[in-house]
């Protein structure tokens, strides 16, 4: 079957530390692989995709690799900031008869301290 | 170009009580969902539609019903709501194939109904 596993949180850091959140998948066929950020009281926003494997999907700092022969997308950034703090969810879009499916992992929350 | 909306932003419900809850979209997307969002459990599909008129069940479709009368819309409707539908709500869409291979496509949120059922 398809599903998506994270870590699980919440994920406490300094202002300025690395992050990483990590993100595997299993998946029957060929998947594109996303994260979405949700703000507090907010809808969950695109943060980057990768749609095959080896395609790094980047956006504000963030980075994710779509690593097929270790089934991961984990999320990193080098120097979170406190407006970084939020919830991330990896997530897989299959294909399948005309309709592309979303399973989404459980979602990781981040806080960052100044 | 507003995106994804929905209405209301926030309900309380007596068990047994009905309501609608509306999701509207102004980039002519194909595609449209509903997901329920539960702490701990990430999003879970309750319904979706690939285009006006078409309607199908996804994760948790019990005691919810849809409708996608117009393109743009999506009605999500609890006829006899439960405590256990105490949920915070949102609403998704994407363009589906005439954006090219579905797959990539991603999806639209819209900020999401918080509902208590009493």
């Known amino acids: 079957g398809n599903s998506v596993t994270q870590m699980e949180g919440p994920v406490t850091l300094s202002e300025e530390a690395f992050l990483t959140i990590n993100c595997t998948y299993t998946a029957t066929g060929y998947p594109s692989l996303f994260w979405y950020v949700q703000y507090p009281g907010e809808g969950l926003q695109l943060l980057l995709k990768a749609t095959k494997a080896d395609d790094k999907g980047s956006n504000k700092g963030f980075e994710a690799t779509y690593r097929k022969e270790t089934t991961s997308f984990h999320l990193e950034k080098g120097s979170v900031q406190v407006s970084d703090s939020a919830v991330y969810f990896c997530?897989?879009?299959?294909?399948?008869?005309?309709?592309?499916?979303?399973?989404f992992g459980s979602g990781t929350k981040l806080n960052v301290k100044p | 170009n507003a995106g994804v909306t929905q209405t209301p932003k926030f309900r309380v419900l007596k068990t047994g009580q009905s309501m609608t809850l509306l999701c509207a979209q102004d980039?002519?997307?194909?595609?449209m969902y509903w997901y329920r969002q539960d702490p701990g459990m990430g999003l879970r599909l309750i319904h979706y539609?690939?285009?006006?008129?078409?309607?199908a069940k996804g994760e948790v479709p019990d005691g919810y019903n849809v409708s996608r009368l117009k393109k743009q819309n999506f009605l999500l409707g609890l006829e006899s709501a439960a405590p256990s539908q105490t949920s915070v709500y949102f609403c998704a869409s994407s363009l589906g194939l005439a954006g090219g291979k579905s797959s990539y496509n991603e999806q639209f949120f819209g900020p999401g109904t918080r509902l208590t059922v009493l």
């Open positions: 980039m002519n997307h194909e595609y």
């Open positions: 997530a897989l879009s299959i294909s399948r008869y005309n309709f592309n499916k979303f399973y």
């Open positions: 539609s690939v285009g006006e008129g078409t309607t």
